[in-house]
């Protein structure tokens, strides 16, 4: 690791490195994750020489929670899901609704 992290920022890069593999992330990949973010932290703390725009405005990693990160499909339940439970709860014509048709009547649009 970089000389210039403190022990602190480096237990941090660990700590976020060994959870990163355990949600699946490969070992260089998870590497890359803890040093993005510690990196992303020092800029923001003013500890680095330069850093990027976006690593000083917007919210810290931390902060964001992953808002960003993963893949930029459709979020929510499937169709599937939403009919099962618009049959549970008894709504008429469910089986010719769309999905959203579907999250309108089940009131989670």
Same mark, same amino acid.
């Given at each position: 690791? !970089?000389? %210039?992290?403190?022990?602190?920022?480096?237990?941090? /890069?660990?700590? @976020?490195?060994?959870?990163?593999?355990?949600?699946?992330?490969? !070992?260089?990949?998870?590497?890359? @994750?803890?040093?993005? @973010?510690?990196?992303?932290?020092?800029?923001?703390?003013?500890?680095?020489?330069?850093?990027?725009?976006?690593?000083?405005?917007?919210?810290? !990693?931390?902060?964001?929670?992953?808002?960003?990160?993963?893949?930029?499909? !459709?979020?929510?339940?499937?169709?599937?899901?939403? /009919?099962? %439970?618009?049959?549970?709860?008894? @709504?008429?014509?469910?089986?010719?609704?769309?999905?959203?048709?579907?999250?309108?009547?089940?009131?989670?649009?």
């Amino acid at each position: 690791m !970089p000389k %210039e992290w403190t022990d602190k920022q480096e237990r941090q /890069y660990e700590h @976020i490195k060994d959870s990163a593999e355990d949600r699946g992330a490969g !070992p260089r990949r998870a590497e890359e @994750i803890g040093a993005r @973010i510690v990196n992303k932290n020092r800029a923001r703390a003013g500890q680095t020489k330069t850093a990027s725009r976006t690593s000083l405005t917007g919210k810290s !990693p931390q902060q964001r929670g992953g808002q960003r990160s993963g893949r930029g499909g !459709p979020k929510g339940l499937t169709r599937d899901q939403l /009919y099962n %439970e618009a049959k549970q709860r008894n @709504i008429k014509g469910r089986s010719k609704m769309t999905k959203s048709q579907l999250a309108a009547a089940l009131g989670k649009d």
